[in-house]
């Protein structure tokens, strides 16, 4: 807790005591993840005009993926220790590894915001909800999720996941924080913003799963 106290007070004092070039750039948001949600962070590419800073012809994911050799920022580490290394790569873009402290489910962003709406009305506990530029939610879960999926959605009656247009992501994937961008495309943004309480213990995937495949099939329809 008092960690916890500690980077909050560093992340405000170093807000209040300079303006902002860019959130993503100076380091505090990056402390935000890994002080108070407990997420690791790892340094990102940019994209501009459809090309990625990595300088691939062939990238597949243009502004989307970590930096070659890039630095994972351990979840926890201290602010000066955050932003010292942040600050070696100025304009870098948030990328998140999954499947460590959650996994994600990801939907169409528009059977996302139906689902969260839903979801919120019944009461279901839910964690933080992203959205990606190009029409994509990010539901955080608890880790184990991405390999559970298939069987899950099988047990729920529903056989095709790919049908419903909705997928797992775990260990070896990373996805864009806010308020990171995908370059022309725009940034990502919190639908449902962390707390403490569900950015540290995301939801089991089954709470919300019923809930998600249903409104996915019925927005596929």
Same mark, same amino acid.
């Given at each position: 807790m008092?960690? =916890?106290?500690?980077?909050?007070r560093?992340?405000?004092?170093?807000?209040?005591?300079?303006?902002?070039?860019?959130?993503?750039?100076?380091? =505090?948001v990056? !402390?935000? /993840?890994?002080g108070? %949600?407990? %997420?690791?962070?790892?340094p990102g590419?940019r994209?501009?005009?459809? #090309?990625?800073s990595?300088g691939r012809?062939d990238c597949?994911?243009?502004?989307? &993926?970590? $930096?070659?050799?890039?630095?994972v920022?351990?979840?926890?580490?201290?602010?000066?220790?955050?932003? =010292?290394? %942040?600050?070696?790569?100025?304009? !870098?873009? @948030? *990328?998140?590894?999954?499947?460590?402290?959650?996994?994600?489910?990801?939907?169409?962003?528009? +059977?996302?915001?139906?689902?969260?709406?839903?979801?919120?009305r *019944?009461?279901l506990?839910?964690?933080?909800?992203?959205? #990606?530029p190009?029409?994509?939610?990010?539901f955080?879960? +608890?880790?184990?999720? !991405? +390999?559970?999926l298939p069987?899950?959605? /099988?047990? *729920?009656?529903?056989?095709?996941?790919?049908?419903?247009? $909705?997928?797992?992501?775990g260990?070896?994937?990373h996805?864009?924080a806010?308020?990171?961008?995908r370059?022309d @495309?725009?940034p990502?943004?919190?639908l449902?913003?962390?707390a @403490?309480?569900?950015?540290?213990?995301?939801p089991?995937?089954r709470?919300l @799963?019923? #809930? $998600?495949?249903y409104? !996915? &099939?019925?927005?596929?329809t």
């Amino acid at each position: 807790m008092g960690f =916890t106290i500690g980077i909050s007070r560093g992340i405000r004092d170093i807000r209040s005591g300079s303006r902002r070039r860019s959130r993503s750039s100076d380091g =505090t948001v990056v !402390a935000e /993840y890994t002080g108070l %949600w407990g %997420w690791e962070v790892v340094p990102g590419v940019r994209a501009a005009a459809g #090309t990625c800073s990595c300088g691939r012809a062939d990238c597949r994911a243009p502004g989307a &993926h970590p $930096l070659d050799r890039a630095p994972v920022i351990r979840a926890g580490a201290p602010l000066d220790e955050v932003t =010292t290394i %942040w600050s070696e790569f100025p304009g !870098a873009s @948030l *990328m998140l590894p999954v499947g460590r402290a959650f996994d994600v489910i990801e939907v169409a962003e528009a +059977a996302g915001r139906h689902a969260l709406a839903r979801l919120e009305r *019944m009461g279901l506990p839910v964690g933080p909800v992203a959205a #990606t530029p190009d029409g994509r939610a990010h539901f955080f879960v +608890a880790p184990g999720a !991405a +390999a559970a999926l298939p069987e899950l959605l /099988y047990r *729920m009656g529903w056989d095709d996941p790919a049908a419903l247009d $909705l997928h797992g992501l775990g260990p070896g994937t990373h996805i864009t924080a806010p308020p990171s961008d995908r370059g022309d @495309l725009g940034p990502v943004r919190w639908l449902r913003s962390p707390a @403490l309480d569900s950015a540290s213990r995301p939801p089991e995937a089954r709470l919300l @799963l019923g #809930t $998600l495949a249903y409104v !996915a &099939h019925r927005s596929g329809t």
